[in-house]
Nanobody
Framework: QVLHVESGGGLVQPGGSLRLSCAAA????????MAWYRQAPGKQRELVAF???????TYADSVKGRFTISRDNAKNTVYLQMDSLKPEDTAAYYC???????????WGQGTQVTVSS
């Protein structure tokens, strides 16, 4: 398995925080754009955030100012810090690696985030 979501999912109250991490193996991590997607029940998978090889970041409007994506190329790991969580953030979260300039991409196994009081 190329991408492994190591930690972070779970149940949290509204306003709380979680940090997801996803480790890569078997790829040249620094050559990939890394992203987090999420999928809520009955909805399509949507892009949450991505970070390029040059550390440029982009966020969905719904998470701007609350979520932070980062990467550590020395550890082949991408993170998603999620603050001020809302019930509408409840979803399965997936990490994705896309090799720059190609259609080659990999998906992690997903981790459930539930925001509820």
């Amino acid at each position: 398995q190329v991408l492994h979501v190591e930690s972070g999912g779970g149940l949290v109250q509204p306003g709380g925080s979680l940090r997801l991490s996803c480790a890569a193996a078997g790829i040249i991590f620094s050559g990939y754009r890394m992203a987090w997607y999420r999928q809520a029940p009955g909805k399509q998978r949507e892009l949450v955030a991505f970070i390029t090889r040059t550390y440029s970041t982009t966020y969905a409007d719904s998470v701007k100012g609350r979520f932070t994506i980062s990467r550590d190329n020395a550890k082949n790991t991408v993170y998603l810090q999620m603050d001020s969580l809302k019930p509408e953030d409840t979803a399965a979260y997936y990490c994705n690696a896309q090799r720059s300039g190609t259609s080659i991409n990999y998906w992690g196994q997903g981790t459930q985030v539930t925001v509820s009081s």
